[in-house]
């Protein structure tokens, strides 16, 4: 795929490899543009567990609860928006309003299918799916403090971390 073509750009490197072979590579990365270079990324991890605190280990659901937490919770977020990876990390422009926060939230319908054991053939005769609701929490602590000039230097290649600051905000 053309990366000029589709309006993607191409992030500058210092120095190209020397061995291996050339590839293509389309990376989930988008454009933002900001009017104040004075802005800050905050980085924040994320960690969610079922009820019993066990972590939630399950690829997609993530996103979900995460979806739930901003809906529920606007106001303990400053009302900031954030983008969420789907796994462990969020970032928001500016700064929510604590280093760590804890919500807990409840998913409604969640499928579950459950094997019907009162008869013979177990292995294959199910019940139907049956509507269950799914308590989880989700903390969310600080981990970093990145500058647009970071941003904006990354992406022309340089490999400074000295606009990346891991304190607290």
């Not at 004075?38 to 960690?47: C, M, P, R």
């Not at 929490?137 to 971390?161: D, E, P, Y």
Request: aromatic share 8%; hydrophobic share 30%.
């Amino acid at each position: 795929m053309d990366p000029n073509r589709s309006g993607h750009l191409q992030m500058a490197r210092s120095g190209n490899g020397s061995r291996g072979q050339k590839i293509d590579l389309l990376t989930n990365h988008f454009g933002v543009n900001f009017t104040s270079k004075s802005q800050h990324f905050f980085q924040y991890s994320v960690a969610i567990t079922y009820e019993d605190g066990n972590p939630v280990e399950a690829k997609g659901i993530g996103r979900k609860i995460l979806a739930k937490v901003q809906e529920t919770y606007q106001t303990d977020l400053g009302s900031k928006h954030f983008a969420y990876d789907g796994d462990k990390t969020l970032f928001t422009v500016g700064p929510l309003p604590n280093n760590k926060l804890d919500f807990s939230v409840v998913l409604e319908d969640m499928s579950c299918t459950r094997s019907n054991t009162s008869t013979s053939d177990a292995n294959t005769k199910r019940l139907r799916p049956h509507n269950q609701s799914k308590r989880f929490n989700v903390a969310i602590s600080f981990a970093a403090k990145i500058s647009m000039q970071a941003i904006q230097g990354a992406l022309q290649g340089n490999t400074t971390r000295k606009h990346m600051l891991n304190d607290e905000n």
